[in-house]
């Protein structure tokens, strides 16, 4: 093994874009060599270099009432055609105990002293993976990971979705907690969440990451769901162009355009990800073990794939020069 380590840089890209201080949920991903940990380190780092499919935990919204809270119940339900899960394994049979679930929930909350009026009621989350994987897999991960996130802390229901072999869990949480707490995700849950959840899988022979997007070298987030919507009734000739979108195609379609300090903060990012992919290569390449090097290996050809960090404005003006190869690089990503 040789005698230097890991830097700093390729540590910090594979944690939450969340301040860590008020975090505190990641460990370190690259430890120095014989520290404790170093195994599942290298396995984290061979999941990234092999693309392994990534998580999905995504909160979709909340409910204020009780028609709202009954409606959404029913539309995870199939409207009583599927069982709703609890905590405990219990289920929820048809249309009359999804009601009733919806009713139990809203009286509680009325009763929580100073209850503003629109505090929700519950969080709508979905848990999710590529297609491919075997929905009862999922399912159990998702029963873990329920149970180990909110325990006997917060009641919970949930869901298996497998329309079009897209498996997927609707998972619904009462805001309001057993002992008076309530449920108010940030980023770092978030994250750790997708952490959970991942390892649930893995638990259960799925190969699954949870990786922030710049370990990925993905500069770009997913467009939000009601954008994309509309920017699909503005293809179809239904609607205007979202008013995000328009100013986008704006900036883009600007001659002047000068370069903005988060592209330099970007770039800069991505050198310093690039650059400890490499040591870490290296360093794995000149030891004595085979492992090590085959990881190596691997992480190199990782690092040397890596694509060059595109902004969304980038990538129009991309499309306003060169069409053609825009759209063979679309489909390669």
């Known amino acids: 093994m040789t005698g230097f380590y890991s830097p700093r840089g390729f540590e910090e890209a594979l944690r939450p ?18 520290r404790r940990g170093e195994g599942e380190a290298a396995a984290r780092v061979a999941r ?47 249309a009359r105990d999804v009601a009733g679930l919806s009713r139990d929930w809203a009286e509680e909350a009325a009763m929580e002293p100073g209850r503003r009026c629109n505090s929700p009621l519950s969080l ?10 075997e929905p009862t897999r999922v399912r159990d991960a998702a029963r ?3 149970a180990a996130a909110f325990g006997d802390r917060f009641a919970y229901v949930f869901a298996l979705h497998d329309e079009g072999r897209h498996p997927h869990v609707h998972l619904t949480v009462r805001a309001l907690g057993r002992e008076g707490e309530r449920l108010n995700p940030r980023k770092a849950d978030l994250q750790a969440w997708r ?13 699954a990451e949870a990786t922030p997007r710049r370990a990925r070298a993905v500069t770009r987030k997913a467009e939000r769901g009601p954008v994309r919507r509309m920017r699909e009734r503005y293809l179809a000739g239904r609607g205007p162009l979202p008013r995000v979108l ?54 190199e050809r990782f690092a040397r794939s890596r694509r060059e960090p595109e902004t ?12 053609v190869r825009d759209d063979r690089r679309d489909r390669e990503r």
């Open 17 to 34: 874009p969340v301040d860590v201080r008020r975090a505190r949920i990641t460990p370190a991903v690259l430890r120095k060599a014989g």
């Open 48 to 94: 990234l270099a092999r693309r392994v499919p990534e998580v999905m935990v995504k909160i979709t919204g909340r409910t204020r009432d009780a028609g709202h809270l009954k409606a959404h119940l029913d539309y995870i339900s199939r409207n009583g055609a599927l069982d709703l899960e609890g905590p405990d394994g219990e289920r929820l049979k048809g």
């Open 124 to 133: 709508s989350i979905i848990l999710s993976m590529p297609a491919g994987v």
């Open 144 to 146: 873990a990971f329920a």
């Open 195 to 207: 952490e959970g959840f991942a390892r649930a899988l893995r638990d259960r022979g799925v190969e």
């Open 246 to 299: 328009e100013a986008a195609y704006r900036q883009a379609l600007r001659d002047d355009a000068r370069p903005t300090p988060w592209r330099a903060a970007i770039r800069a990012r991505e050198l310093a990800i690039r650059r400890a992919l490499v040591a870490e290569s290296l360093r794995l390449q000149r030891s004595g073990k085979v492992e090590d090097r085959v990881l190596g290996a691997l992480v």
């Open 312 to 323: 969304r404005e980038e990538s129009l003006v991309r499309r306003r020069t060169d069409p």
